[in-house]
């Protein structure tokens, strides 16, 4: 039984690990551009605690299944194109990075895992935010298209879940 608990702890703890690392980078990568960040959280639901630190509220949720980064997106949206897309993708480079560093071990999956997961153009996820970027640079701001890329990579984010299901 211990050691059922100790692999579940250790299971929890590289999870979380990777999803701060994950923020980290895009922290790191807004504060690089330039773009102000307003609020950083681990978890998800009602707020347990917080501490504010320069112009950042940092939090801490009742759920630990996620966090988040919240910037201010008016001003990544008046960054160039290249600098919008660092700033989206440097959670995944870090969780990529990572994953090469600890090679063969569970921490190195979950990180592959968070990466490829992000990349899908699930709504809200980095991949989803990214197209977004390149759609509104490409198209304008066109309702059409947004919402065929928010349809789309839904249907995108399904497909791949049930495929991968029904190779267990």
């Known amino acids: 039984m211990t050691i059922i608990i ?20 895009h922290l790191f990568a807004a ?19 917080g501490v504010r630190v320069g112009d950042v509220d940092y939090q801490l949720r009742a759920l630990p299944v996620g966090a988040y980064i919240q910037m201010d997106m008016a001003a990544l949206q008046t960054r ?9 993708g440097a959670g995944i480079g870090v969780n990529l990075v990572l994953c090469v560093l600890t090679w063969g071990t569970v921490f190195s ?7 490829i997961g992000n990349l ?9 935010k990214s197209a ?3 759609c509104r640079r490409v198209f304008g701001r ?18 791949v879940f049930i495929r991968a299901f029904l190779n267990f």
């Open 6 to 25: 100790n692999v579940l702890f250790g299971f929890a703890a590289s999870f979380i690990a990777a999803l701060v690392l994950h923020e980290l980078g």
């Open 31 to 49: 504060r690089v551009c330039g773009v102000p960040i307003k609020q950083a959280g681990l978890g998800w639901g009602p707020k347990l605690c």
């Open 80 to 88: 160039p194109l290249l600098q919008q897309l660092f700033v989206l």
């Open 109 to 115: 999956t979950l990180n592959f895992a968070l990466a």
């Open 120 to 128: 899908v153009p699930f709504y809200q996820l980095d991949g989803w």
């Open 132 to 134: 977004m970027v390149i």
């Open 142 to 159: 066109n309702p059409f298209v947004e919402w065929g890329l928010t349809l789309g990579g839904g249907v995108i984010a399904l497909s």
